[in-house]
C-alpha cells in the first residue's frame, strides 16, 4: 500500500499513531513512525524518512523489542545507503543481522543479507563477498516463499552483473526480478532503469531508451524519486551515444533536479558528469569544465578520505565475526563428539568386562590389560600423526593455542611484509602442456619457494592456482620482516630464472612476477573442517597489485616496503598506479642486476 497509495498510508498511518498515544500503546507508536518513515523515504524526503525511523527506533529499544529494533536498523541503514553513506548503512545492516539471528527470524536475516550485499556491490574488490551475501538471502527467502525479497535479490545480482561488464548475464536475473516486482506491488522502474543499462552496455539504443521511458513513467506515477532521477540520466547517457547533445542536456538536468532535492549523492555526481560530456559533444567547453569540476566535488563529497579505511574495517570485524561463530560451532560439535565417544568407550569396556566375567576373572583381567595398552599405543601413533598434520597446515604458535584452548585467537599485527608471486600466461601454457607436466612443474616451483621461505623465516600462507602469497614478520612480530621478504623474492627470482635457462627433464620453464607491501593486517585461523591460517587487510590487497603490476622477472615493491629498504637496497621508481576511489599508489622496480641512484621522485 505504501507503493500503490502512498497518501493514504501516510493518513492511516497518522491515525494509528494518534491512537496508541492516547492509549499509550508504545508499539503502536514505533509501528506508526516506521510506516510514515517508509512513505517518506519512498517519496525520497530522506531527511523526513530518517527522523521517523529514529524516533521508532527509540520507542523498540525502550520496549526491548528485538525484531523490532533489527527492522528499524535495516530501514535506517537503507537510507544512508541511497544517500551515499556506505560506511554507516553497512555498520547498521550488520546490527539488524545480529539481532535478526538472536530472535532466529528468516525474514529479517535474509534482508539483512541482501543490504549487506548491495553494499558490498559498490566496490569492485568485494564483489565475491556481494554475490555470497546474495545466495544467502535467497536461500532464507525460499525458505519462506517471500516474493518481495526474491525480488530484492535477483535485482541486485543482475545489478552486480552490469558492474562486472557483463549485460547478458545481468538480463535474465533483471527480467525474472522485473516479473516479481510487478507480482508483488513493487515499483518495477528499478528493474526497468537496470535493464535500460543492459541494453545501452549492448549498444542497443532502441531498447535501452524504450527500457529507461518505461521506468520514467512508473517513477513518476509511484513518486519514486531515485528511480525518476536514474531514468532521466539514462535518456541522457542513450543521447550521448546517439551524439545528440541537446536531448541530452535536457535530460541530465532534470535528473539533476531532482537528485538535488532529493539529496541524492551518487545521482548528483552521475548528472555533472553526463553534463560535462553532453557539453562537450556541443564545442562548450567552458560549461563542460564547469561540470566536470562539480562532479570531481560530488565526488569527494560522497566518498571522502575516510570512506576506503571505514569500509574495509567494517568488512574485516564482519567477516571476523562470521567465521568466529562458525568455530565456535565446530568447537560445539567437536565437545558432542568426545561426549559420545566417552559413552560409546565406556559401554565397550561394561561389555568386555561382562564378557570376562563369563570367561573368567584372571582372563578378564589379562585381556582387559592387553587391550588397553594396544588402544594407548594406537591413541600415542593417531596423536603424532594429527600433531605433524596440524603443523603442516597451522603455525606452530597457533597450532599449540588451537590443541590447547580449541580455538585460536584473532590477532592485529602492526606491521609485516606480504609477498606475491604468480607465473605469466599461466592460463595459456595450462592449454598447452600436459596436466601432468603442468601439475609437476608447479609443485617443483612451490617446493623450491617453500625452502626459500624456510630459509629466511617467511610463513607460507597460501597458494591460488599459480599464485603464491607469504608474508613476513608473523605469526611472531619482528623488525626485519621487509629486509627477510625482499631477500626471499631476490632469491626466488633468481631460483625462476635459473630454472628457465636450464629446466629439469619435464619440468616447464615458467617466467615470474613478484610483488611486495608491508603494512598491518588481522590474522586468525578459519574454516570449519578444514582450518586455515589467513591474513587479511588493505596491506594484502596492495600487494596483489603490485604483483599484477610487475614485469617478468622484477620485483615491484609499493611506497611502504621501498621507505623500509631504500637505504640498504637500490630501486628505480616507475610511477603510480590507480586504484579505487580514486586513489594512486607509487612503485619501484628492485634493481637487480646492476647498481643505480636511489629513486628521485
Known sequence: MWLTNPDSSITLAIRALDLSNVIDYEIGKAKGFKSIGVVNYYRSNFSEALDYFNRSLLVYEKENDTLGISNIQSNIGSVYQTTGDDPNALKLFMESLRNAEIVNDSLRIGTAYVNIGTVYKNDDLTYDQAIENFDKSIRYFEGINYGRGLASAYVNIGELFLAQEDPESALPYLNDALERFREVGFD???????????????????????????????????????????????????????????????????????????????????????????????????NAYEMQQKHNEAEDSLRNSKYAEEMSQLRTVFDLERREQENELLNTQNKLYEVQIEEETRAK???????????????????????????????????????????????EEAAAELKEKGHVRTKEFEEITVLFTDFRAFSVIAERVSAEMLVKSVDYYFKNFD????????????????AYMCAGGIPTPNTTNAEDAFNAAREIVAFTNETEWNPPKGIYPFEIRVGLNTGPVVAGVVGTKKFAYDIWGNTVNIASRMESSSEVGRINVSENTYQKLKDSHRFSYRGEIEVKNGMFLRMYFADLEQEAEPANV
Open 188 to 286: 518495477p522502474a528499478t528493474p526497468l532503469n537496470l535493464i535500460g543499462a543492459a541494453y545501452l552496455k549492448m549498444e542497443d539504443f532502441a531498447n535501452a531508451e524504450d527500457f529507461y521511458r518505461q521506468a520514467l513513467a512508473s517513477s513518476v506515477e509511484k513518486e519514486t524519486k531515485l528511480e525518476e532521477a536514474k531514468a532521466y540520466l539514462g535518456i541522457g547517457n542513450v543521447a550521448l551515444q546517439r551524439q545528440n547533445p541537446a536531448l541530452a542536456v535536457s535530460s541530465f538536468n532534470s535528473g539533476l533536479e531532482i537528485a538535488q532535492d532529493a539529496q541524492l549523492l551518487r545521482e548528483i555526481s552521475d548528472a555533472y558528469l553526463g553534463l560535462s560530456r553532453a557539453y562537450a559533444l556541443q564545442n562548450d567547453y567552458g
Open 349 to 395: 569396556n561394561l561389555l568386555l568386562i561382562i564378557l570376562g566375567l563369563f570367561l573368567a576373572i584372571i582372563a578378564g583381567f589379562i585381556f582387559q590389560y592387553f587391550y588397553i595398552k594396544r588402544t594407548n599405543r594406537r591413541l600415542a601413533i593417531e596423536r603424532n600423526r594429527s600433531d605433524e598434520i596440524l603443523l603442516n597446515i597451522l603455525p
Open 451 to 466: 625452502a626459500i621461505m624456510d630459509k629466511y623465516g617467511i610463513e607460507k600462507i597460501k597458494t591460488i592456482g599459480d
